[in-house]
């Protein structure tokens, strides 16, 4: 099939996920002729939908944090300003292998503000907050002075072992599904380490960041009588899911007279005179600019040929992860026996979770849809641990079910059984989450300095702008603004 030649006013968008819709609402506002090329079959990447029950639930990202009002400002602009909601109250809590305990309040990656807060020191014991007191002596060098540095040697060095296994560990493995030694601090905690050298300590720096987002917020509270808000609380939602953040997207782009072309595989990309040439669907589409909104191993393997600069970049595959959705009749967690949910250490023993969402017990719209003595748990498994490689766990669905009843009646505290289940359901995210390894921050800059020396090209997605939707729509706007001039 013959292309068109590219007329200075089109652009092409490869990826249907949230950076990649997003691009095409910032090129169609800036008078581009947009198409979308998406090679599966729904839109919206992980900010999609599946239906448990009867309800239609959130099957990937379920909120995001307020340190940015980046989300808030989009979701308002797309008329969903009055849907956007804060959890309950309650806060998330910890599983440690000796129990469970609240997870402090103020943290960044669940390092702590400061470390005698009860909660806190709950967690560490005496010897343990002493050890992270130290922090506040230490020179403002300690974990600064390197040009690169993962989460644990930052966390470790200014704060000791016990901050790092206890806190630290669970928050970031529920967050990245990765041990916190593989993550660059600067990739997944971005202006923690310069804030960290204006402030003079990490606790400081860690207060600072919770204080310096200025975004609005939800309808609900963010504080409780002055203080801040329990952990977990620094995240708002959408009343009826982020899902509709998606529909609300498309809707958007409709209007915009944007071409949404899902089942459309790119296969291969290639410069030509008038901007860009790319394969896909037994077909050639040419435009004048290019977004690349694909994972970061496909990206660098479509643009490897014309920008041969990005050869050899291709950053890790980020891990597996596998979200279990269980639907319960079961009124003995009316209660909320761990608020919003919980997160687990990585050395708990005879859990084989990472993290759980009591959904219901999170967002009152939820539970209000779901019933009197109905609630919705959520389950995810898969992080890549210290050595790089994957732990062994559950496989096969039946085998991820059986551990998720397991996991649940431990965590929680209450007897789940098969004969409670409504209806559950799995999902797979393969590589969906960007597994930021050290290192992976400078790869990034210098892919997106060939991609900008190539002219008329752009890529975006979490595994350049960092995991969260706050950091994808953040990054994705400032990207596409750079690129439409």
């Not at 720096?205 to 310096?212: D, E, I, L, P, T």
Request: with cysteine; glycine share 14%.
């Amino acid at each position: 099939m013959e292309s068109a030649p590219a007329s200075a006013q089109t652009a092409l968008v490869v990826g249907g996920g949230i950076s990649g819709l997003l691009s095409a609402r910032g090129l169609a506002a800036a008078g581009y002729r947009v198409t979308v090329l998406e090679a599966g079959d729904a839109w919206g990447g992980c900010v999609g939908s599946h239906v448990v029950a009867g309800l239609v639930l959130d099957s990937g990202a379920e909120s995001f944090a307020t340190r940015s009002d980046a989300v808030s400002k989009l979701a308002s602009e797309l008329g969903l300003a009055a849907k956007i909601v804060s959890p309950r109250p309650g806060g998330a809590w910890v599983q440690l292998p000796e129990g469970p305990r609240e997870l402090p309040r103020t943290g960044v990656l669940g390092i702590p503000a400061n470390p005698w807060d009860p909660e806190v020191r709950r967690s560490l014991g005496l010897l343990g907050s002493l050890r992270a007191s130290l922090d506040r002596i230490l020179p403002a060098s300690v974990g600064t002075g390197q040009e690169v540095t993962s989460v644990s040697a930052l966390v470790k060095a200014r704060m000791g072992a016990r901050v790092l296994d206890r806190l630290v560990a669970p928050v970031v493995g529920g967050v990245h599904s990765a041990d916190p030694g593989l993550l660059d601090v600067d990739m997944v905690a971005p202006g923690l380490r310069t804030r960290l050298r204006q402030h003079g300590s990490l606790a400081g720096a860690v207060a600072a960041q919770r204080k310096g987002s200025g975004a609005p917020p939800a309808q609900g509270t963010a504080t409780v009588n002055g203080r801040p808000a329990k952990a977990g609380s620094a995240v708002a939602g959408l009343e009826g899911g982020m899902h509709t953040l998606v529909g609300a997207l498309l809707e958007d782009l409709r209007q915009r007279d944007v071409t949404l072309l899902a089942a459309t595989t790119a296969v291969a990309v290639r410069r030509t005179p008038e901007g860009w040439r790319v394969a896909a669907g037994g077909a050639d589409f040419d435009a004048a600019l290019l977004v690349v909104a694909v994972d970061g191993p496909a990206a660098v393997d479509l643009l490897a040929g014309p920008v041969p600069a990005v050869a050899g970049r291709k950053p890790a595959a980020g891990p597996d992860v596998k979200l279990v959705t269980l639907v319960l009749d079961n009124p003995a967690l009316d209660r909320r026996p761990r608020g919003t949910g919980i997160l687990v250490a990585p050395q708990t023993a005879g859990i084989e979770a990472k993290a759980l969402t009591h959904a219901t017990g999170k967002w009152d719209w939820l539970a209000a849809a779901a019933g009197p003595g109905r609630h919705v748990l959520r389950l995810s498994y898969g992080r890549v641990d210290g050595v790089g490689g994957l732990p062994a766990g559950p496989g096969t669905d039946d085998e991820l079910l059986a551990a998720s009843l397991r996991d649940a009646s431990a965590l929680l505290g209450v007897d789940i059984s098969r004969e409670n289940i409504v209806d559950w359901d799995v999902v797979r995210w393969r590589g969906a989450l960007p597994f930021a390894a050290v290192g992976h921050r400078a790869r990034v800059a210098a892919i997106r300095e060939a991609c900008n020396s190539a002219g008329g090209l752009a890529v975006v997605g979490g595994w350049v702008a960092g995991n969260g939707l706050a950091a994808v729509v953040s990054d994705t706007q400032q990207q596409i603004r750079n690129l439409a001039g």
